[in-house]
T-cell receptor, first 116, second 112 residues
Framework: GQQVKQSSPSLTVQEGGISILNCDYENDMFDYFAWYKKYPDNSPTLLISVRSNVDKREDGRLTVFLNKSGKHFSLHITASQPEDTAVYLCAAGARGQQGTGSKLSFGKGAKLTVSP | EAAVTQSPRSKVAVTGGKVTLSCHQTNNHDYMYWYRQDTGHGLRLIHYSYVADSTEKGDIPDGYKASRPSQENFSLILELASLSQTAVYFC???????????FGPGTRLLVL
């Protein structure tokens, strides 16, 4: 089954508003959580990520909130701009043995549209 | 300057034919990955590799083989292409011990 779920496939927000994207996961071993942004016909690029030892991380207009007990994490984009219009993919993974990088599981993606 | 490149960028293949998708990275990364993207499924991991001459199965390896002849190159091989393998394929790479993955531009494969 799908280990990472994005329940809302699309979201429309007015320019200047707050965009909130949500992701749920199943695997208790996941300790790395990330959001990727993807424009049509382009490759995904990392926006922001967080490890499980923190429950919040801010980077400019972006904030990731992590709720480990609820197996949920979210991305908040403040002062949303039309250029934020894209597909947002959440991803989660568990660090492998010997400190190796995480093998990621991705959600299906959610299309954010910011209208002027 | 693109650090992860894929070739071809698009391909039309016939059912039952052999398809090879290539990925090249100049990041000096240890890990490389192959994903497929389908409408309604997001990105799904097919195969990955953490060192040359070794590959690992991902979440959906059936019908695919992978080859990592060098640190820089990682290929995905469809020995007998099927209609269900029509998708966009992304290659990615990452450093050992780090989680950020850097993606290539994708290859659009249409199997007829």
């Amino acid at each position: 089954g799908q280990q990472v779920k994005q329940s809302s496939p699309s979201l429309t927000v007015q320019e200047g508003g707050i965009s909130i994207l949500n992701c749920d996961y199943e695997n208790d071993m996941f300790d790395y959580f990330a959001w990727y942004k993807k424009y049509p016909d382009n490759s995904p690029t990392l926006l922001i990520s967080v490890r499980s030892n923190v429950d919040k991380r801010e980077d400019g207009r972006l904030t990731v909130f992590l709720n480990k007990s609820g197996k949920h994490f979210s991305l908040h984009i403040t002062a949303s701009q039309p250029e934020d219009t894209a597909v947002y993919l959440c991803a989660a993974g568990a660090r492998g043995q010997q400190g190796t990088g995480s093998k990621l599981s991705f959600g299906k993606g959610a299309k954010l549209t910011v209208s002027p | 300057e693109a650090a992860v490149t894929q070739s071809p960028r698009s391909k039309v293949a016939v059912t039952g034919g052999k398809v090879t998708l290539s990925c090249h990275q100049t990041n000096n990364h240890d890990y490389m990955y192959w994903y497929r993207q389908d409408t309604g499924h997001g990105l799904r991991l097919i195969h990955y590799s953490y060192v040359a001459d070794s590959t690992e199965k991902g979440d959906i390896p059936d019908g695919y083989k992978a080859s990592r002849p060098s640190q820089e190159n990682f290929s995905l091989i469809l020995e007998l292409a099927s209609l269900s393998q029509t998708a966009v394929y992304f290659c990615a790479s990452s450093y050992w011990g780090q989680d950020t993955q850097y993606f290539g531009p994708g290859t659009r494969l249409l199997v007829l």
